[in-house]
């Protein structure tokens, strides 16, 4: 698990970086990453981790109405 790390996504990811080889391996021999919040950015790729499965070069974004998520009751 990768929690938040503070408003600096250049300086922490190259105080992460070296780590990034030895999370790549896990992930790709089916190891679990979890982000969150901060976290969720470091598993994209520019800069990052790369374990997203849609290369993770596109931003993060919520749904656009209320309800429209994939665990809504909307109809």
């Not at 999370?23 to 679990?32: D, M, P």
């Not at 974004?61 to 109809?75: D, L, Y």
């Amino acid at each position: 698990m990768q929690p938040g790390g503070g408003a600096d996504l250049e300086r922490t990811w190259r105080d992460l970086k070296g780590s990034a080889d030895v999370l790549r391996t896990w992930v790709r021999e089916g190891g679990r990453y979890l982000g969150l919040c901060f976290g969720a950015y470091l598993a994209g790729s520019n800069p990052g981790f790369n374990v997203r499965p849609d290369r993770g070069d596109r931003r993060l974004t919520r749904p656009r109405k209320k309800g429209a998520g994939p665990h809504s009751n909307a109809s």
